[in-house]
């Protein structure tokens, strides 16, 4: 016999505990002349079977149930389905812990924040110590908090010995710049790098321009070239965040932005320069689109890892047709549009694959070659299913 101190004791439980069961009828103690409730070895049997039953995740009520009559095979199935989403669950979570201690990467976890809720991501970002340069850069590049300052150092050991940071050409700015209804006389230029359009716009301009970037490097090297062109005058560069950028409104009768318009995101840019426009100003940017004819039959046109790599490095990616309702939708009207040249592409692809050549033995087996690789790669499999488009716009 025992009393409920020495039951709770023996099973683990509370006197609270023991109560509640008796109360449902799970035992039964008797009641001695003295008040005290005894407990048979019965009692004991029968919950340290429920112990057991609850081990497998049954509820109380379930427990009972499998206690007093023949367990149900259907309500074990469900407990069981219920138990591996639970475990599944649990095992994300230990995956993400183990992620955020550098154990493994982040890449997908920031890639899911980055499309679900891409403020809030930025915004804690920077709580993490990273400032806003950075944290842009670890949204479009390194994406993995652990790992970033590793991938933009070997990023940049690639990129700082090249003089173009994405396609283009002087054909290509000359034709967008004789679509300008207009002769420009106050140009921003949106995300310049090291200045390749910028030089071709002072050239061909007489405009004022101001060029923006937010790499230092960059724009350091551009005011060298500038200076010894004898542009300098004329030209004023300004490190800035192009989701963040420190200009009046109606400032400038031309925003010019050739491969980087992404990084805020096309639709969103649309917006938001929209405002530094004067009356009838005009937007002139570029951006990577999948060809019409290769969106329609994404899996037959473009092998699954070019498919791939684009939809995970820009998943923004879209078609001119999209673009130019947003345009439209944005408060601008279409002056023309067209397809970078071969030209173009090779100009920066050219130069860049070799410049991943000559790194091989420095860089190879770092995840930032990796990356540059498998983009060279995807520009191989091009086959036309996909361009960069420069569209030219005016604001109504």
């Known amino acids: 016999m025992y009393r409920i101190s020495q039951l709770a004791e023996k099973l683990g439980l509370s006197r609270t505990t023991l109560l509640y069961y008796e109360k449902l009828g799970l035992i039964k103690g008797q ?14 049997q029968r919950l340290t079977l429920l112990q057991n039953l609850q081990a497998g995740g049954l509820t109380l009520k379930e427990c009972q149930a499998c206690l007093d009559s023949k367990v149900e095979r259907d309500m074990l199935v469900e407990r069981l389905r219920l138990l591996d989403e639970e475990i599944t669950h649990k095992q994300r979570a230990r995956q993400l812990l183990a992620a955020m201690l550098g154990e493994s990467s982040l890449t997908e976890w920031h890639q899911t924040l980055d499309q679900h809720a891409p403020e809030a991501h930025i915004d804690w970002l920077m709580k993490q110590g990273f400032d806003e340069k950075q944290a842009m850069r670890l949204k479009w ?4 908090m ?38 420009p006389h106050t140009i ?16 061909h301009t007489p405009a004022t321009i101001t060029a923006t970037d937010n ?16 542009h300098g005058e004329r030209i004023t560069t300004v490190c800035a965040n192009m989701a ?6 109606e400032s400038f009768d031309v925003i010019w932005s050739e491969c980087s318009a992404y990084i805020m995101g096309v639709e969103a840019a649309f917006n938001a320069w929209r405002s530094l426009l004067q009356t009838d100003g005009i937007l002139v940017l570029s951006d990577l689109v999948w060809r019409e004819e290769a969106a329609q039959t994404l899996s037959e046109s473009i092998d699954n890892d070019t498919r791939a790599f684009w939809q995970q490095e820009y998943p923004d990616m879209t078609t001119v047709a999209v673009r130019l309702a947003q345009a439209e939708a944005a408060g601008y009207r279409v002056i023309d549009h067209f397809a970078l040249s071969d030209d173009a592409w090779l100009a ?9 050549e000559a790194l091989q033995g420095e860089l190879e087996g770092a995840r930032a070659y990796a990356d540059m690789q498998r983009e060279i790669a995807a520009f191989h ?7 960069y488009q420069m569209f030219i716009l005016q604001k109504r």
């Open 31 to 44: 009641r001695l002349a003295n008040g005290y409730r005894t407990y048979t070895e019965r009692d004991v």
């Open 141 to 144: 590049l390194s994406k993995d």
């Open 146 to 183: 652990n790992t970033h300052d590793q991938y933009m150092a070997d990023f940049m050991a690639v990129f700082n010995g090249l003089e173009r940071w994405g396609p283009g050409s002087q054909a290509d700015t000359l034709n967008a710049l004789a679509q300008i209804p207009h002769t």
């Open 188 to 203: 921003l230029e949106i995300g310049c790098g090291r200045g390749i359009a910028t030089q071709v716009l002072a050239a």
């Open 215 to 230: 790499e230092e490097k960059a724009l350091a090297a551009l005011n060298d070239t500038l200076n010894a062109q004898g």
């Open 244 to 249: 963040d950028l420190p200009f009046a409104p």
């Open 348 to 356: 920066y692809y050219g130069p860049f694959e070799a410049r991943l």
């Open 381 to 387: 499999a091009r086959h036309g299913a996909f361009d």
